[in-house]
């Protein structure tokens, strides 16, 4: 058997490689809605694609008039959830489309979710504005973890010591994005000679899909990792509950959940707290939520209150009374909302709230939901692509250009997605979503049914009753009824929404052979129930032929795909002229089986585009 060797003949061409800076064509600032336009030059001559960027300097502005709220971009994306549309077509009089992908930051919610590890958090974090976890506000409570906990160490703005947050203190976020095409994510070198440079159109998405807030300050979504009332007096042997009737300036948060500091409490100056006791069933005449009347009050009597002040409190009366810097209590100065000059914050719920050593209430932030709109902004400025151009020895050009003279042909293959859409009713029982397919070299298919109710900015952030219920885990919600698991990204990420199972129909066949059961990963009751393998299976091998490394499957219900392979390792599915169909069924029993939401499917078909130039004609195959 022949030894191997560590050296090997081969015939290598020297190149250099340079960064070219290419400034947008229609200015350097932005906001969300408009287009922004590149003309890469075929001057350039060759370019790595995989290795060119999109810079911008990117920063969240709250609505005027408005403190007190931390707002960043989407937790799971960064900055990318600001590309909506991207177009990509030839350079010359030809301007011939390559590539083109609808709803992009769809697909790369799904790429970000499944395809995730830490060291790819820590890289999204250094270059994309993706938040990563705060270990130093992690929940102590058994709830889910959350990237969102972060208010200390967040890209998109810093808190001042004292707490009182306002525009100022957002920062400019300096993004660096990989084009979420298959041209800019191709390893191989693109000749722009060829195709006279490159055009590039890229659709910036609106506000109601971009912002989110911390999730342990909100009331639907892990509200047991949410700050925690102690007492009205801080004292840990005497607890004073906030009785009905009572009047109060200060509120003492227990130390739990992380917040032992000014630093780690998610809650600003400004902003208007609510309490929850996430135990207690929505009843109408004993609401669980102090922001909601009880039954015969009158649409006034509630009780919450507004933050003027947040100091840490460490004196022989608070906390463990010890002084040492570990017994003590972070302490909210707070008044009636509104007034002015300032008014202590009233209980008139008709209940009291009491310290958790006697029934836990949670404190939320209900900023956003009492403001009566509330549309933040994000300035888009300093725009320019960096590409990454590749200089090719003059041999090796001129003898491309004698081939190509001789008749000869270029063909440049890479992976791409075909995004075709189906719009579904909250109705509808059983799905049948015909996709015209018009890929010859199809590699396979990521179905994403998206939530079609168009919530303003108010409703995604704040997440309210209306929004998608994700699940309603007991160690998030402390298994009541009334705290819920709602999805921060509508529109942005797939829901099951009680589905029962699919099957694909395509080529005379059912694929697979048997229904694929979908009831256990789309329930939403929180029950520990034992999940269907079958699903992940054929979610695996899809994203591994959409060249999305399958690493993680921690989201498959807050962000829930149906997916399929349509071949194996190399190999291709011409899908032309096929009548293919999804077929999806939503046939649970009850109320609780019952469809909540229109749907937008995503049907992210992956395949091979072929880009072919001969003489002086550009056509793509696909």
């Known amino acids: 058997m022949p030894t191997q060797s560590f ?76 590309i909506r549309d991207i177009r990509i077509s030839s350079g010359g009089a030809q301007n011939v489309v390559l590539e083109e992908i609808q709803n992009v930051n769809v697909l790369t919610a799904l790429k970000y979710d499944y395809e995730t590890n830490d060291n790819m958090k820590k890289k999204r974090a250094m270059t994309e504005g993706v938040p990563l976890e705060s270990n130093k506000q992690r929940p102590n409570s058994e709830s889910t973890d959350t990237n969102m906990n972060n208010a200390t160490t967040n890209p998109f703005y810093t808190r001042p010591a004292d707490a009182s947050m306002n525009d100022d203190d957002f920062k400019t976020v300096k993004a660096l994005l990989t084009l979420p095409t298959g041209i ?36 639907n ?138 029934n836990k209430f949670n404190l939320y932030s209900a900023g956003v939901d009492e403001a009566t709109t509330f549309t933040p902004s994000c300035s888009i400025d300093n725009v320019e692509l960096i590409v990454q151009q590749v200089e090719m020895p003059p041999g090796y050009v001129s003898k491309m250009d004698s081939m190509m003279k001789a008749g000869g042909a270029m063909n440049y293959d890479f992976l791409s997605f075909t995004n075709y859409k189906y719009s579904q009713l909250a109705s509808d029982r059983v799905v049948n979503i015909r996709l015209p397919i018009q890929n010859s070299r199809c590699k396979s298919v990521l179905a994403i049914p998206t939530d079609a109710t168009p919530y303003s900015a108010k409703q995604a952030i704040f997440a309210g009753d209306d929004v998608y219920t ?26 099951p929404d009680r589905a029962s199972n699919y099957q694909f129909i395509y080529n005379g066949k059912l694929n697979p052979n048997r229904k694929v059961p979908l009831n256990r990963v789309s329930v939403n009751t929180g029950d520990n129930t034992p999940l269907n393998q079958q699903l992940f299976i054929e ?59 229109p749907k937008l499917w995503n049907n992210f078909i992956a395949h091979l585009r072929r880009i072919v130039v001969r003489g002086d004609s550009i056509s793509v195959e696909v």
């Open 7 to 82: 050296f090997v003949a081969d015939d290598k061409i020297p190149i250099s490689q340079k960064k070219v800076s290419v400034q947008a064509e229609n200015g350097l600032s932005y906001e969300l809605g408009q287009q922004i336009n590149f003309v890469v030059p075929g001057s350039l001559g060759f370019m790595m694609p995989s290795e060119t960027y999109l810079r911008m300097d990117v920063k969240v502005k709250l609505p005027d008039g408005q403190t007190g709220i931390p707002l960043s971009l989407d937790g799971g994306i960064g900055a990318n959830v600001l």
């Open 184 to 219: 800019f994510q191709n390893d191989r070198i693109f000749p722009l000679q060829m195709t006279q440079g490159l055009r590039i159109e890229i659709i910036l998405e609106s506000a109601n899909k971009c912002f989110r807030q911390l999730e342990t300050a909100l009331r």
């Open 221 to 358: 979504k892990r509200v047991t990792a949410n700050p925690v009332f102690h007492s009205y007096n801080g004292s840990n042997d005497n607890r004073l509950e906030w009785a009905s009737g009572d009047q109060l300036d200060q509120i003492y948060l227990e130390r739990d959940n992380g917040v032992i500091s000014v630093e780690t409490c998610p809650f600003n100056v400004g902003d208007i707290v609510g309490f929850v006791n996430a135990n207690q069933a929505l009843d109408i005449t004993a609401p669980g939520d102090s922001r909601i009347p009880a039954d015969g009050a009158a649409a006034t009597a509630i009780a919450q209150a507004e933050i003027t002040a947040i100091t840490y409190a460490d004196s022989a009366t608070v906390g463990g009374g010890s002084q040492n810097g570990t017994d003590g209590l972070v302490l909210l100065t707070v008044k009636k909302p509104g007034s002015s000059p300032a008014v202590p914050a009233e209980n008139n719920w008709g209940q009291p709230i009491t310290p958790s050593a006697t």
């Open 470 to 495: 994700v699940n309603n885990l007991p160690r998030d919600t402390a298994g009541g009824y009334y705290a819920k698991n709602h999805s921060t990204r509508s529109g942005l990420v797939g829901i």
């Open 539 to 597: 979610q695996e091998k899809a994203l591994r032929m959409a060249n999305i490394d399958p690493l993680s499957f921690e989201k498959f219900q807050e962000n829930f795909f149906i997916g399929r392979a349509l071949s194996l390792s190399s190999g291709v599915y011409d899908g032309r002229g096929k009548d293919f169909t999804l077929q999806v069924e939503y046939q649970e029993e009850g109320t609780d089986g019952v469809p909540t939401k």
